[in-house]
Each structure stands twice: as structure tokens, then as C-alpha cells.
């Protein structure tokens, strides 16, 4: 058993009281509101596909409660915990929909993760299962499912099975399955990490219903609504930002966009006129240099979300007289708290602040370094706490003790200050982890990877300044002996079995860091040396 075997932190039984009686936590499951869905909208289309195939609620609770008899038939329980690693298509919903019916919990892997990731989620979460597709982007999954399969018991897949369980196969006819209570666990969701390993984020269906309810009502969702899938589907952003969840919950339409570039995004807002969708601040910049020259309609989008990364004002500022629809800017994490701009913001207000927090009971803290209060509008450490943030990351005692204040306020890692008018501007970051355009890296992680490398004595990769992602990777590397090339330290990277996004943008070979000779000093700080010395002409930056 590993050591760190309290799975998940609850929210304090006052607490837990407080969020029921405002009124924020109802008492419902996922799997109990798509039934409702179901009745209420009917046929209405719930779904429509990339090739313009159209999936009704009806129909979509109808599949989930096939496939949660098959995941049944298959041995999968309440409570265990099932690996998903789908893209934007149709059957991502009904695998999702099915393991919350039968109270098992997706863990959501994202389409970039690899070898190295996936055998991580499974072994850490004692997956029983895991669900991907057979060929995506030209790299086929079932490679992973090899891997993945020396730990759990099933590997399913969307597509041509090779030799594992095909999903198609395993619509049963539909049986009374208990489900979960709405205070379980509904699933475990990514953080973006600073440490070596990826930390996972139990949420439960009160709290994450609650964030996905008052989210639709904060940006407006109706019946009429058409949500445009853009970002992978497992991301919480689209998730429930509103997202596809909020959507659903409005009784909406949700498009699934299988690529971001402007010409299959452009051509899928026309043919469907989509009317909101969300971006990472890059994505952004490219459909603001695309959208003058497309040959697409565009006018049906009413609000383009931007969010994940900080988006620089200049571009915000384009993007009303540009894309001729409303940006809300949206600074979230999947730990919990989501901030929004309103509808009703002055523009002023659009275009440099990362928006205030959906809830009433969201409860903010700006700190010093040693968690004392700063003056209003004063930058400092963001710390929060409130009805949809976690108490606890999943299997990880030793890292809450420092996540988390010993009143259960989330350290976000996020350098904010607050406006007179309540709003957030994220100034930078503490946390030891590199975002590139909005994907998430944890420094460690790569460095212990390249620390591997029979060439590298040392290393540590830092953040550099980047005009169109925001900050790339760089890995200065101290060689032992005779310098490797740069791409070798990069194919290491890669065939090491992380995602490529964590693959360094670029490698400087030293001869030694800044800061040796002061003793044995931490990464973070060694760290923090080099980012300061990529200031410095003639410093590792130029
Ligand atoms: C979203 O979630 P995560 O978990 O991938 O990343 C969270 C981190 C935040 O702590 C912050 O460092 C950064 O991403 N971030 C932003 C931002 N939105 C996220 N930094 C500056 N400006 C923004 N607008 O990224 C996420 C989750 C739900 C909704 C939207 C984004």
C-alpha cells in the first residue's frame, strides 16, 4: 500500500452544511441529470460530431446507460477508477456519462499524454480500465494501451480494437445500477504540477455541478446556445467553463472541434453557427491573424473565451473589433475556483482583468511570502477556498500539508492582485511550473527525466519569455564530458514517453550555473537564478 493512502480530503462537515443551505450543493449526480436532461430536451440535439452526425439527450442517456451495463459486465465497481484518454468525439460523453452512472471515476488523461503519463494514472490510481481511441493525429493509441495494460485489467477502444476490448462491443442492455451519492467522488482531473509527478484533483458532483450550474448562468447558456468544443474535451475549461457540461445543463448544443487550426474551427462555427467557444490566449493570436481573410461567416459567435494563460491586453483589445463578438476572459484551475468577466463588465474592465469569482462564498486571501494579508491591490499570493475548490489533491498527504493552509485554503501558486471593482489581474506566478499557452509543465518532472541522460551532470529548466505562447521551455544543461547535441537532449525528452509538449523548446549547454559555489541551494532557487539572469545582456537568454 503506498503510504500516502488517504485518497481524498472532505469538505468539513460545516462547511459541507453551509454550501447545502445556500443553496449551492442540490443533491445531484451527473448520472441523475442526464436523465433529467433526457426527459426535458428529449431529441433535441445534445451533440453534433465533427462529420455533422447528431447525438439527442435522449439518445445520449440511453448510450451511457448501455455502455455503464457493459463496464458493469466488465467488472468495473463503484469507486474504481478508470483511465480515459479520449479526444472531441461523441463516445468521450457516453464513456464519461456511463462511469459517473455506475459512481466509477474517469481519471482524465488528455490526447497529448504518452507512455510515461499513462502508466502514472494507472499505477497511481490503481486504474482497472483504460479507455482510449485507436488512432489519433497520426499516433496510435493502442501502443499506450500496451503499456497500460501490465496494470490494469482492461484496455478499451473507441475505433479498431487490435487485440483489446472494443467499445463498440460493449453496449448491453441497460440494468438498475445504485449509483453514487452526489457527495462522492465523480472523478479525478489533472493539476498541471510543480512537482515531479502529476497531482490528480478529486471533485465530487456536488461541487463540480454547482461550478458547471452557476457558470452557464454567468455566460448566459439557453436552449439556443451552441457550444463549440475547441480545446481537448477533458480539459476543465471546456469541461465545465461552462463548457460542454454547462451546455448540456442549458439544454444547449455542443460542436466538437477536432483540430484548432482557424480553417476546421472557422468552417464548423459557419456550418453550425456556433455562438460561444473557449481559447488558450496562442489559439487566440492565430484566429485573430486568420479572421480578416477567411472566406468563413463568422457573426454568429457571440462570445469568444479566452483563458488558461494570461492574455496579453493588446490582444484583447483586438478582439471585439476583429471576431465582432464579446471576449470574456476566463482564469480558472481544475483544483476549483473559476473567475469570469461579465457580460456586464465595461470594456475597460474585459481587457485587463482575469474576472472575479463565480461565487458568493468563494472566498479570496492575497498574501506575503509569509501568509500575511497585503494592502488591497497590492500583488501577492493567491489563496483561496470555497464550495467547488478541493481540500486535498488525490493520494498525496505529504504534498496538501504544503498545498494547502491548515484552514484549507488552496495555494494557488498565482501572483494576483485585486481591482477596487473586485477583479482579479494575475501578475505571475511562485509555483515551479512553465505554461506554455495554457499546457502546463512541471520543471521537475522534465529535469528528472533529463537527469537520466548519461551526458547530463545537471540540469534545470526554466520559463523564457515568448511573444506567441507566452513562455517556451528551456533546459540548461551542465554535459558530462563532451556536450550531447541539443536535438539528442530533445529526442531523450520524447522517447522517454512524456507528452511532447513537455519536450524543452530549446537547450543551452553551461559550464556551470549561476549561483554553484554558494553551496548546495535548492532547484527552485537555482531556478529562479536563471530566469533572473535572462534579463542580463550577454546573460543565457540572449
Ligand atoms: C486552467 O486550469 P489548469 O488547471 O490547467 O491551470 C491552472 C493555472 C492557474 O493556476 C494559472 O496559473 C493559469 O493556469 N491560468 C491563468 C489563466 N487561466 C489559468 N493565468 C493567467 N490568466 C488566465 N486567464 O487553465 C483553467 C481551468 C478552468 C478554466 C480556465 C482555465
Not at 441529470?33 to 435522449?58: H, K, M, N, P, Q
Amino acid at each position: 500500500m503506498p503510504a500516502d493512502r488517504i485518497d481524498h480530503v472532505p469538505y468539513p462537515p460545516e462547511f459541507a452544511a453551509r454550501y447545502r443551505e445556500r443553496g449551492h450543493w442540490r443533491g445531484e449526480t451527473f448520472g441523475g441529470l442526464l436523465r433529467e436532461w433526457a426527459r426535458r430536451y428529449g431529441d433535441r440535439t445534445a451533440i453534433t460530431a465533427a462529420d455533422g452526425t447528431g447525438l439527442g439527450y435522449a439518445e445520449l442517456d440511453d448510450r451511457a446507460d448501455r455502455l455503464a451495463a457493459g463496464f458493469h459486465g466488465l467488472g468495473v465497481r463503484a469507486g474504481d477508477r478508470v483511465v480515459v484518454q479520449l479526444p472531441n468525439v461523441p463516445e468521450f460523453f457516453e464513456v464519461v456519462f456511463a462511469l459517473f452512472r455506475l459512481g466509477a471515476l474517469p481519471v482524465f488523461a488528455l490526447p497529448a499524454h504518452r507512455a510515461a503519463e499513462i502508466s502514472y494514472f494507472c499505477e497511481h490510481t490503481e486504474a482497472v480500465a483504460y479507455v482510449t481511441t485507436a488512432v489519433h493525429e497520426g499516433f496510435d493509441h493502442r501502443e499506450l494501451a500496451r503499456e497500460a495494460a501490465r496494470t490494469v485489467r482492461h484496455a478499451v477502444i473507441a475505433g479498431e480494437p487490435g487485440e483489446f476490448t472494443a467499445l463498440s462491443g460493449l453496449y448491453a442492455e441497460p440494468r438498475d445500477l445504485p449509483g453514487p451519492e452526489p457527495s462522492d467522488l465523480a472523478f479525478l482531473q489533472l493539476s498541471g504540477g510543480s512537482t515531479g509527478l502529476p497531482k490528480l484533483i478529486p471533485r465530487t458532483h456536488d461541487d463540480y455541478i454547482y461550478s458547471v450550474r452557476a457558470s452557464a448562468e454567468i455566460c448566459g447558456l439557453d436552449e439556443d446556445s451552441v457550444y463549440m468544443c475547441t480545446l481537448p474535451a477533458a480539459h476543465n475549461f471546456p469541461l465545465s467553463s461552462p463548457g460542454t457540461l454547462g451546455t448540456f445543463y442549458a439544454g444547449g448544443r455542443v460542436v466538437l472541434c477536432p483540430r484548432p487550426d482557424p480553417g476546421t474551427a472557422f468552417a464548423l462555427i459557419e456550418r453550425e453557427r456556433v455562438t460561444i467557444t473557449g481559447v488558450v490566449p496562442p489559439l487566440a493570436l492565430v484566429w485573430l491573424d486568420a479572421a480578416p481573410r477567411t472566406p468563413y461567416d463568422l457573426s454568429s459567435l457571440e462570445i469568444l473565451q479566452v483563458g488558461g494563460a494570461k492574455f496579453a491586453e493588446e490582444a484583447a483589445r483586438r478582439v471585439e473589433p476583429v471576431l465582432k463578438c464579446r471576449l470574456q476572459q476566463v482564469f480558472g484551475m481544475a483544483e476549483g475556483l473559476v473567475n469570469y468577466t461579465r457580460d456586464d463588465d465595461p470594456d475597460e474592465i474585459v481587457t485587463t482583468t482575469q474576472g472575479r469569482p463565480i461565487s458568493p462564498d468563494d472566498e479570496i486571501r492575497v498574501v506575503d511570502d509569509e501568509d500575511r494579508e497585503v494592502p488591497p491591490g497590492t500583488p501577492g499570493h493567491l489563496l483561496t477556498r470555497g464550495p467547488y475548490t478541493i481540500r486535498g489533491y488525490y493520494r498525496a498527504e505529504a504534498h496538501n500539508a504544503t498545498a494547502f493552509t491548515a484552514d484549507g485554503f488552496y495555494r494557488t501558486g498565482d501572483i494576483v492582485r485585486v481591482t477596487p471593482t473586485g477583479h482579479l489581474v494575475v501578475e505571475g506566478r511562485a509555483k515551479d511550473q512553465i505554461n506554455r499557452g495554457g499546457e502546463k509543465i512541471a520543471a521537475e518532472e522534465v529535469e528528472n527525466v533529463l537527469l537520466g541522460h548519461p551526458a547530463v551532470a545537471d540540469v534545470a529548466v526554466v520559463g523564457i519569455p515568448d511573444d506567441y505562447l507566452g513562455e517556451r521551455t528551456c533546459a540548461y544543461v551542465i554535459p558530462r564530458g563532451e556536450a550531447p547535441r541539443a536535438a539528442e537532449i530533445r529526442a531523450f525528452v520524447r522517447r522517454s514517453g512524456l507528452a511532447a509538449f513537455k519536450v524543452p523548446d530549446r537547450v543551452e549547454f553551461v559550464e556551470a550555473f549561476p549561483v554553484t559555489g554558494v553551496g548546495k541551494i535548492s532547484r527552485r532557487r537555482l531556478r529562479a537564478a536563471l530566469r533572473a539572469r535572462l534579463d542580463e545582456p550577454g546573460g543565457p537568454g540572449e
